[in-house]
Structures are given as C-alpha cells and as structure tokens.
C-alpha cells in the first residue's frame, strides 16, 4: 500500500480553510464507501444522474439541482447556459454571429475583483464581462437586449462596498434576467444551500462540493429554477457540449450525493461548539509574548457559520511569515492569513478548526508557541 510519506510528500495538518491548493477537505468513511461501491458495476449514467440530482434537489428544498465537478465547472456551465437562453431567444442564432457576439454576463464593480479570481471563468463561455456600478441606476441602465445573466459573489469579505445579494437580487429580478450567485464557500450554515434560490429569488446558486460538504474534491453543485438546471445539465458531460471535458463520474455522482445527505444530517450547533472547544484549547495553551493578542470570535470566513480564532501578530511581522514557518516544520502545518485584500493589513494569522482533529492540537499549539518564542 501507498502512503503519502513513502512517496516523499508530507501529510499537512490543514488549520485553515478547505483549500484546493490542500486538497479541499477529507470525505466521511461513508462517502468513500458509497464511492467504492459506485465503481463496482456499469450503469446507465442518466438514470443515476436524474436520482442523484432529484434526490440533491429534494433533500435542499430546491426545485432542481444539477452535480458538476466543481463550484468553478458550475460557474461556466451557468454563463453558457445563460448564453444558449439569450441566443434561443434570437430568430437565427446560429447565423447572426455579429449579434451573438455581443453577448453580455453583468457583474458588480468592485474590490472583490481583485480578491477572487473565479469571476473570469465566465469568459470560457464565450462571453463578454460588463461591469455594472453597485446602485439601482446603474443596474437599470446596463441590463438590455444583450445581457444574457447576472453574475453574484456572495460574503461579507466580496459584499464589501457593494449592494448585498439581499439588496441587489430584488433589483436585478425586475429587469427579468437570470441571476446566478457563485456560494462556492458560503457554507454553512446548510440554509445556504436554499436561501439564495427559495428565499432570496435567484436563477441558481453554485456550491463547491470538495469544500464544507466534504464530497469529493471534485464536485460542485448547482441548485435552483429547474429550465436553467436543464441547459446546464445538456451542456455538461455526457453530452458534448461546453461541459464536457468536465466529466462527472459515477463514484463522485453517488459519493457526492451521501456527502451531502450526511452534511445536512450534521447538528451545526454541534458541529461549532465542538470547533470552538478545539479552538478555546488552543487559545489556552498559546503563551503571547508583548505585541501578540489573541481572541476567538464567532464568525468565519466571509460571514458563514464556524468560530475563528484570530492572533494578531507584532508590528513588522506578517501571517505569510508565520505560514510559511509553519508550512516548513517536519509536521508541515497550514495557517490561515490574509494576503487576498489589498485593503487589510497581512498583520495576523487565523485558525479555523473545520478540518482540525483534536489530535492535532498540540501539533499546532507547538509550532505557534515555537515561533512567538523566535520572533
Ligand atoms: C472555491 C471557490 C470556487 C471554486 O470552487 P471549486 O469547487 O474548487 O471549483 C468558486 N468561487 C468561489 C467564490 C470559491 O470560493
């Protein structure tokens, strides 16, 4: 049998976030079960697509759901789907190629650009990016014959400056486009998975399976209005369309679907006092030094559900610097910090105990205390 360290490569204790860059998050026993015995037999991949999503959209109170490979799959497959509704909707599509081409998905201005790089995939559709100032003028005057969707990126850190989803969808609806809203990370809580669709009124909302869900790594989902849902789902694989290179296979189909359904069975109140005891144990063992202070708040990463514990770190000392220290330890450690907004300062670390076993405590505690005591 393989393992990581006879390879060469050294397992990391991930006290950060469900990164792609680490593996996103480690699926349940049950999820590599399911997988396991999903790749046992052939089977007719439409019939278990349409039980997998049925019961995906049921299970989130959605009216369909469609499973790609990825929150990033699931924003190119929207904005082609946007696109094939506009050019539906042109007498002769195909042949009017000077029309076809000025076809418009409609985002925000603002700091989250520069923050999240995901919005630009859009382009693989073969559309074009029109950036719309966030007030209720702009909207009105942006949206026209071309603008075949709109494209939202909810959390507080991307909201910033910017109408929220709350102001903005109500806005956007009256001008009859569909409204897609990327929630690649907006988990938990689990509501999410139908509050910007049921309650807020989007077309689709798009989720990261291989993130909090703890699917495979290579899953995403698309949740929300069932004809949109349809597009998207003619377009990816096995059909060949713009989705086909993004192939989703029978073990990710099924495992995806039992992540899930486990997900959604978890207690999230649970599930946050048992991270906030992993991160009360770490605050108390932490020995600060002058400069340093320390504080556990009940807020994660762009609003969602989960505590952080947050060190702010001495004048002249950055979190990439205690990353990287951290990184470089026999047991290499990942330390969230902020290095993404040009506008705060990279003078602090966080510690998110989604993905951190109590085992790995000490681990952590020990590499921290070892670098206040250098530094
Ligand atoms: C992570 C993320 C994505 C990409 O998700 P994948 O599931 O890894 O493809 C897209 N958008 C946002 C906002 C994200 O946080």
């Not at 910090?337 to 105990?353: C, G, K, L, S, T």
């Amino acid at each position: 049998m393989i393992s990581y360290s006879g390879l060469g490569l050294k397992p990391i204790i991930n006290a950060s976030e469900p990164y792609t860059k680490l593996g996103g998050s480690l699926m349940r026993e049950s999820t590599i079960e399911t997988m396991r015995i999903a790749s046992s037999n052939f089977i007719n991949m439409e019939a278990l697509t349409d039980y997998c999503c049925n019961k995906v959209a049921n299970i989130t109170k959605n009216e369909a759901a469609f499973i790609t490979t990825g929150a990033a799959a699931g924003l190119v497959l929207c904005a082609a789907a946007c696109s094939l509704q506009y050019s539906q909707k042109l007498s002769t599509p195909r042949q009017n190629n000077e029309e076809y081409s000025k076809k418009e998905v409609l985002m925000f201005e603002g700091a989250y650009l520069q923050q999240i790089p995901y919005w630009n995939l859009v382009k693989n559709a073969g559309v074009n990016i029109k950036l719309v100032n966030p007030d209720e003028n702009a909207i009105n005057e942006a949206v026209n014959e071309n603008s075949v969707g709109f494209f939202l990126f909810p959390g507080t850190l991307y909201e910033k400056g910017i109408l929220t989803c709350e102001e903005a969808i109500p806005l956007i609806k009256r001008k009859s486009i569909p409204i897609i809203v990327d929630a690649a990370a907006q988990l938990p809580p689990s509501r999410n998975l139908w509050y910007y669709t049921k309650i807020l009124g989007a077309d689709i909302a798009i989720f990261s399976g291989g993130k909090h869900i703890r699917g495979p790594q290579s899953t995403g989902l698309l949740v929300g209005r069932s004809t949109l849902i349809r597009e998207c789902r003619s377009l990816a694989s096995p059909h060949p369309g713009i989705g086909r290179p993004f192939k989703t296979s029978k073990e990710e189909l099924l495992g995806f679907t039992e992540a899930l359904e486990c997900f959604l069975k978890e207690n999230e109140e649970e599930r946050f006092n048992l991270q906030l005891t992993i991160l009360n144990e770490i605050q108390s063992k932490i020995r600060l030094k002058e400069g340093y202070q320390i504080q556990v708040k009940h807020i994660g990463r762009l609003g969602t559900y989960q505590p952080l514990l947050w060190l702010n770190l001495p004048k002249g000392i950055s979190g990439k610097e205690v990353s990287t220290y951290t990184l470089s330890r026999e047991t290499p450690i990942d330390i969230g910090y902020i290095d993404y907004d040009p506008e705060q300062a990279d003078d602090r670390i966080f510690i998110n105990a989604y993905n951190l076993l109590p085992s790995e405590v000490d681990s952590v505690v020990k590499a921290i205390n070892e670098f206040i005591v250098q530094h």
